[in-house]
């Protein structure tokens, strides 16, 4: 069993940043994948980002160039930096960890709106 802790998210003006966190029970070296997903009111749930073995990231296509994903390895934490936000950022972010066994763990989602 993998617990998720998230932190970070609120609201913030277009053109902003945030930077959401999520702390593992377990190290990452235990982990195949950590990553966000997001999910916006009437859609599905769609890849932020994610970082596997030797640091490889994944970016949606929509953020990349914008967010970046980082591992802190002594703290089991993950990190996305959400630079130039934009309305359409607006949804719940889900931390997600990966086992080597393809069991998928979830966070209980944090709220990111983006509005003036």
């Known amino acids: 069993q993998v617990q998720l802790a998230e932190s970070g998210g609120g609201l913030a003006q277009p053109g902003g940043s945030l930077t959401l966190s999520c702390t593992a029970s377990?190290?990452?070296?235990?982990?195949?994948?950590m990553g966000w997903y997001r999910q916006a009111p009437g859609k599905q749930r769609e890849l932020v980002a994610s970082?596997?073995?030797?640091?490889?990231?994944t970016y949606g296509d929509s953020v990349q160039g914008r967010f970046t994903i980082s591992i802190d390895n002594p703290r089991n934490t993950v990190s996305l930096q959400m630079n130039s936000l934009k309305p359409e950022d607006t949804a719940v972010y889900y931390c997600?960890?990966?086992?080597?066994?393809?069991?998928?763990?979830w966070g209980q989602g944090t709220l990111v709106t983006v509005s003036s």
């Open positions: 997600s960890a990966s086992t080597w066994t393809g069991t998928d763990y």
């Open positions: 377990k190290p990452f070296v235990t982990l195949n994948r």
């Open positions: 970082i596997g073995p030797g640091g490889i990231t």
